[in-house]
């Protein structure tokens, strides 16, 4: 891989316009000096906003489309109309054509996923993309998947999941066999879906297999960082989320308030402000924007749509770790390895059963 990462960017994409979309990698290439980008849009709005910045200028490349995906499409809808000439689709192309390491987009998710299925594939193996999400603990960070690409989901798709998020942890962060818990009602095995049981049975035998399997956790070890990675369908994961990020804003608010409320909590807040600062970051959702679509054979990230420039430049740096870490080989090993474990299980077990029936007919002889 060349130094430089080279991110494809729907720059038409989100609620705010593509304002912040370049505001945001003005930003992120002063972080990433060795990031590159191809906007994806109309060039008439896009030209006049890069002219402000001139190294993001000299790094960057704008690929003219008009047509655009709004919030209000639906998957099928978005397809037939942004294929081959949105700048939601431009933008995976770019990837799928090998100009690009990975892609982003703020648009609407549910036709990302379309169109990152359709446009990209699945990778072999994988029965359903899932959207995993960063999530910051007491420990450091977990990934959390899925937080809303798949509603519902089966045994395998559980196991698939595990797969993909151990994958993404060991791109982000260095470890050879991360932790995997499957979140639940209770820790005890008799309790939960029969989905989630079974798909716990499995991820028990396959425990040491490129993951570490922890057993069930529950929705309070999502904050402790109790496990790398936490696995669960995307109705749950996506209410969790959203009410992690409602009940962020919620305390912030109650501080803010808390602090202005007389002449003495004001002299405190000051005196405390160093510590404030570093509270408001850590409890800031822009700073963990950004959830990548795993399963395709390409990295694609979603940003908050409504997101500000300082979260569009958090989601831009995702992107290029996961680029720059070689996520997408990383999954394929992961596959690899469970792959060739249940073919080795499958053997000793067909190995078993000859043994079995030789010992029986010596026995009836």
């Known amino acids: 891989m060349s130094d430089s990462i080279i991110i494809s960017v729907d720059a038409m994409g989100g609620d705010n316009g593509p304002e912040i979309v370049v505001e945001g990698a003005a930003l992120a290439l002063i972080e990433r000096p060795k990031a ?10 896009l030209k006049p906003l890069l002219a402000k910045y001139d190294k993001l200028q000299s790094a960057s490349e704008i690929r003219h489309c008009d047509n655009v995906i709004s919030m209000d499409d639906k998957p099928s809808q978005a397809l037939r109309k942004g294929r081959g ?19 982003i987009s703020g648009g609407n998710t549910g036709a990302l996923m379309a169109m990152a299925t359709f446009c990209l594939r699945p990778m072999e193996g994988i029965s359903r993309p899932a959207l995993a999400a960063l999530w910051p603990t007491l420990r450091s960070e977990s990934v959390v998947l899925d937080v809303g690409a ?18 993404m942890a060991r791109a982000l962060f260095d470890v050879d066999q991360p932790s995997i818990g499957l ?10 879906l029969e989905a989630v049981k079974d798909a716990s049975k499995q991820l028990h035998a396959h425990s040491g297999q490129g993951f570490k399997y922890h057993g069930f956790v529950e929705g309070d070890d999502l904050g ?28 912030a608010s109650y501080l803010r308030t808390a602090l202005s409320q007389s002449w003495l909590s004001k002299i405190g807040a000051l005196l405390a402000m160093g510590a404030m600062r570093t509270l408001r970051s850590k409890m800031d959702p822009r700073t963990a924007n950004g959830a990548v679509f795993l399963g395709v054979n390409g990295i694609v990230i979603k940003s908050h749509g409504g997101t500000d420039e300082i979260g569009f430049k958090s989601a831009l740096g995702l992107t290029y770790e996961m680029a720059h870490n070689q996520l997408i080989k990383k999954i394929g090993e992961g ?31």
Not at 87 to 93: E, R
């Open 36 to 45: 590159k980008f191809i906007f994806h849009g109309r060039e008439d709005e």
């Open 224 to 251: 402790k960082g109790t496990v790398d990675v936490v696995v669960t369908e995307g109705f749950t994961g996506n209410i969790a989320l959203k009410t992690a990020e409602g009940t962020a804003r919620q305390v």
């Open 183 to 192: 979140l639940n009602v209770g820790v005890e095995e008799v309790k939960g």
């Open 85 to 103: 000439k949105s700048s939601m689709w431009n933008a995976l192309q770019s990837v799928k054509d090998g100009e690009a390491q990975a892609a």
């Open 150 to 167: 798949t509603v519902g989901a089966d045994e395998q798709q559980l196991i698939d999941f595990s797969i993909l998020g151990a994958a």
């Open 335 to 365: 596959l690899q390895e469970y792959a060739a474990y249940d073919a080795d299980q499958a053997d000793d077990d067909a190995d078993q059963e000859n043994d079995d029936n030789k010992n029986n007919e010596v026995g009836s002889a």
